[in-house]
């Protein structure tokens, strides 16, 4: 008896919170633009699924059938102002969604940035994957946190920035291990929590 009553307690439990996503792909010209790589489409799909994976069930992101029908959309903009991306919130079928501009030109991130990417391929791979979780940790409702090990972290309040790509960069030897190494910290995740354990969501 004890058990069907977890059973049935499990059972009453929120169903995820569903994500259609669309993410640009990196057209020759769009490559021209802003510098993407035809790989960082895929970037940006690890870092949806990572979120996915840290919110254990509360989060679902599948991929959608059209742009306009997606709450997350992932563009690729050309470089500007040392700006790694922005989001934009948006509402989409009267939910929550956001529009995500990805800055992926190095060159465009001041001198350090861009100097660690030219010696260092992988590191450019790092920069996108993790604005890209940083963004999208926006789009999920993450605002931003003072702590520098959170992906949440402001560049507003200063600190290493190189490094802040860098603690990532270390932990992997190859792009394919991006996919394996979510990036979130453990008070990103309890903060995601928090969120999606509001009775409004
Ligand atoms: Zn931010």
Same mark, same amino acid.
């Given at each position: 008896?004890? *058990? ?22 990196? #057209? ?30 509360? *989060?679902?992101? #599948? ?8 709450? +997350? ?12 991306? /922005? #989001?934009?919130?948006? =509402? ?21 940035? /861009?100097?660690?990417? &030219?010696?260092?391929? =992988?590191? @450019? ?12 940790? %926006?789009?999920?409702?993450?605002? %931003? ?24 960069? @270390?932990?992997?030897?190859? &792009?394919?291990? +991006? @996919? ?22």
């Amino acid at each position: 008896m004890k *058990l069907a009553a977890w059973l049935l307690i499990a059972c009453a439990c929120h169903a995820a919170e569903s994500y259609p996503y669309w993410i640009a792909p990196c #057209t020759s010209q769009l490559a021209r633009e802003s510098g993407c790589e035809s790989g960082d489409p895929e970037l940006a799909e690890w870092a949806l699924a990572a979120w996915q994976r840290a919110s254990q069930g509360s *989060l679902a992101v #599948t991929k959608s059938a059209s742009e306009e029908g997606a709450r +997350i959309r992932i563009y690729w903009v050309p470089g500007n102002q040392r700006l790694y991306g /922005e #989001t934009h919130p948006l =509402l989409v079928n009267g939910k929550p969604g956001a529009a995500i501009h990805v800055r992926p030109d190095l060159a465009q991130l001041g001198p350090d940035i /861009e100097a660690t990417g &030219r010696k260092d391929p =992988l590191f @450019r791979h790092v920069v996108v994957y993790l604005t890209c979780l940083h963004e999208s940790g %926006h789009a999920f409702g993450l605002p %931003h946190t003072a702590q520098f090990d959170d992906i949440m972290y402001s560049f507003a309040y200063g600190g290493d920035i190189v490094e802040y790509f860098m603690r990532y960069r @270390r932990r992997v030897e190859s &792009r394919n291990q +991006i @996919r394996q190494h979510s990036g979130i910290s453990a008070s990103d995740q309890q903060r995601l929590a928090a969120l999606f354990s509001l009775p409004h969501r």
